[in-house]
């Protein structure tokens, strides 16, 4: 186990996000999960916790209500080495109900915000003419990125 993990509270849809999520990443696995024993919150059975990895982060999921519910504050920023693979991740991530925002950025349909980016986004956005670019942008192109950055 890692030691320092992100902790993500859901509203009673933690097994069902991590299946969508395990079934994305190429690199991912089901590392456990918590069922209730009639203790807490829960019903006898139901998933407290479950645990996965997604590209070697491991991350924990909690069904704990409609309390707190996720927002862009936090976001998993994915490093892409082409634009079929920020169109790939894209495409997987707003199925089902996502929702495009700017810049890279998507909420998908559990309320998760993602943002898809090149590799590279650091070093091609230190041009102001990418950066420009970039600030127009929903999901990136990255070869608008390239242009823009050698001018």
């Known amino acids: 186990m890692n030691k320092l993990s992100p902790f993500l509270w859901f509203d009673d849809n933690a097994e ?38 997604l590209e070697g982060q491991e991350m924990v999921f909690m069904n704990g209500g409609p309390a707190h519910p996720l927002t862009p504050a936090i976001s998993f920023f994915i490093r892409c080495d082409t634009q079929e693979e920020i169109d790939d991740y894209w495409d997987k991530l707003m199925a089902g109900g996502g929702k495009p925002m700017a810049c890279s950025w998507l909420t998908d349909r559990f309320g998760l915000c993602w943002q898809i980016v090149p590799r590279n986004i650091e070093e091609l956005i230190n041009h102001p003419k990418a950066m420009e670019a970039m600030m127009g942008m929903i999901k990136l192109d990255l070869h608008a990125l390239e242009a823009a950055a050698r001018d």
């Open 16 to 53: 069902e996000a991590a299946e969508f999520y395990l079934s994305i990443f190429p690199h991912a696995r089901k590392v456990g999960e918590l069922r209730s024993k009639g203790v807490g919150p829960w019903p006898v059975g139901k998933i407290a916790t479950i645990t996965i990895e």
